[in-house]
């Protein structure tokens, strides 16, 4: 069972207005129970709060500077009213939160969602990155039940192709898709590794420079050199014909070998998010567990590496599924400086570049049951066949969770 502290609203930054009071006003879902509110106050102890109607901060006089943990009994809807009078001076932040337990059975990456506008120069690309193991077609051209599941209203057109560093197609793949048609959304992969949402999977290799040499040699493109990261990692980035990212590190794993100088493992899917404490309690609710630093920052060769001419700052951490499962990391990066707070393309998942991520699980009825009464809203219906399906959730930034699965919800006939 995993223990999460959920945020179910906010964070917000409350500032003053000057001539009129400042309001922020919204609704959102939760767990009937209990819930803190939790108010970081530098002198705005005037400040009203309105949960469901009811004032949970009363006014206070003078100035209060700390925090400020208020008990809270939430609803599966709320509604909150924040309004802090005109004025000068003054600042702070609020979130409400809400601690809950669940076991989804996550156990696997499946794959992270890649889409590409030419599949043919695609299968190429992974050739020759070196890429053993392919299933195509991996999946049908068109699918009501999966079109619905992805948030399209009409039926799509596709290319699907799963691909894998192992000979014999294993998880976690790449899971390519080219949409066709009046299916096809001509917007293109985020130009800057500091956008919210899915900015690039990172592989590993025994030897970067070896390996950044021969990819240089069949005209692969890079961002820079390989550079060193401020915690001593090696890395480069370089970029798919549509101008997606993918990181290359130096491998520190030495149990895993390869007969050339190729790839080893997916070592981390990347997420940047607007607020690390809210994704962090976020994945820890769906079973990633294990966790290790990553905050950093730098100029010069690191900076540039990231494709930047200043120094570049962001906080982090990296997350991994616990026993029982293959260990999958996430890479979650709150970007400081330069900051970007662009969020990630809305649904349908059919523009270019990396847009989604899949994790396989035990049950996949049971999982969706327990991710509706925790207030997560799906973005469709379960699609695929009865007995086999999937789903997708958003993550508090929007970014696509796709949970599949064996289906309990049917009768075998």
């Known amino acids: 069972?995993?223990?999460?502290?959920?945020?179910?609203?906010?964070?917000?930054?409350?500032?003053?207005?000057?001539?009129?009071?400042?309001?922020?006003?919204?609704?959102?879902?939760?767990?009937?129970?209990?819930?803190?509110?939790?108010?970081?106050?530098?002198?705005?102890?005037?400040?009203?709060?309105?949960?469901?109607?009811?004032?949970?901060?009363?006014?206070?006089?003078?100035?209060?500077?700390?925090?400020?943990?208020?008990?809270?009994?939430?609803?599966?809807?709320?509604?909150?009213?924040?309004?802090?009078?005109?004025?000068?001076?003054?600042?702070?932040?609020?979130?409400?939160?809400?601690?809950?337990?669940?076991?989804?059975g996550i156990v696997q990456q499946g794959y992270f969602g890649l889409n590409t506008s030419d599949m043919e120069r695609q299968r190429a690309f992974y050739d020759t990155l070196g890429f053993?193991?392919?299933?195509?077609?991996?999946?049908?051209?068109?699918?009501?039940?999966?079109?619905?599941?992805?948030?399209?209203?009409?039926?799509?057109?596709?290319?699907?192709?799963?691909?894998?560093?192992?000979?014999?197609?294993?998880?976690?793949?790449?899971?390519?898709?080219q949409f066709r048609g009046d299916s096809y959304r001509d917007e293109p992969p985020y130009g800057r590794l500091n956008h919210r949402g899915m900015a690039y999977a990172t592989y590993a290799t025994n030897d970067l420079d070896g390996y950044v040499t021969d990819l240089r040699d069949k005209g692969v493109t890079f961002v820079s050199a390989p550079a060193t990261a401020p915690n001593g990692q090696r890395f480069v980035f370089l970029k798919d014909p549509d101008g997606a990212y993918?990181?290359?590190?130096?491998?520190?794993?030495?149990?895993?070998?390869?007969?050339?100088?190729?790839?080893?493992?997916?070592?981390?899917?990347?997420?940047?998010?607007?607020?690390?404490?809210?994704?962090?309690?976020?994945?820890?609710?769906?079973?990633?567990?294990?966790?290790?630093?990553?905050?950093?920052?730098?100029?010069?060769?690191?900076?540039?590496?990231?494709?930047?001419?200043?120094?570049?700052?962001?906080?982090?951490?990296?997350?991994?599924?616990?026993?029982?499962?293959?260990?999958?990391?996430?890479?979650?990066?709150?970007?400081?400086?330069?900051y970007d707070d662009a969020p990630p393309y809305p649904p349908p998942v059919n523009h270019l570049g990396i847009d989604r991520i899949n994790f396989y699980l035990k049950d996949l009825t049971a999982a969706v049951r327990t991710m509706n009464d925790l207030g997560f809203e799906q973005l469709g219906p379960i699609g695929g066949p009865p007995e086999f399906g999937i789903v997708f959730f958003f993550d508090p930034d929007g970014i696509k969770v796709q949970l599949a699965g064996p289906r309990t919800d049917h009768v075998a006939g």
């Open 132 to 177: 053993r193991g392919e299933i195509y077609p991996a999946g049908p051209e068109t699918s009501t039940t999966f079109a619905r599941s992805l948030g399209f209203a009409d039926d799509y057109l596709i290319h699907v192709a799963l691909t894998s560093l192992q000979e014999t197609p294993t998880p976690p793949f790449v899971d390519t898709v």
């Open 246 to 338: 993918l990181q290359l590190v130096e491998n520190t794993d030495r149990t895993i070998t390869t007969p050339t100088r190729g790839l080893v493992r997916l070592a981390n899917t990347n997420m940047n998010v607007a607020d690390l404490e809210r994704s962090r309690e976020f994945y820890r609710l769906l079973g990633f567990t294990g966790s290790s630093p990553g905050s950093m920052a730098g100029g010069g060769a690191f900076a540039a590496a990231h494709g930047f001419d200043d120094e570049i700052a962001f906080d982090g951490v990296d997350v991994s599924l616990g026993e029982g499962t293959d260990g999958a990391t996430l890479q979650l990066r709150q970007w400081t400086r330069p």
């Open 1 to 104: 069972m995993n223990e999460a502290n959920l945020t179910r609203f906010g964070p917000i930054t409350l500032a003053r207005e000057k001539g009129k009071p400042a309001v922020w006003s919204n609704t959102f879902k939760a767990s009937s129970g209990p819930a803190r509110l939790v108010l970081r106050d530098n002198g705005i102890s005037d400040v009203r709060i309105l949960v469901n109607g009811h004032t949970v901060v009363p006014p206070m006089d003078g100035a209060a500077n700390g925090e400020r943990v208020i008990a809270l009994e939430l609803a599966k809807t709320n509604t909150i009213t924040v309004t802090l009078p005109a004025g000068t001076g003054g600042s702070g932040s609020l979130r409400v939160t809400q601690v809950v337990q669940a076991d989804l």
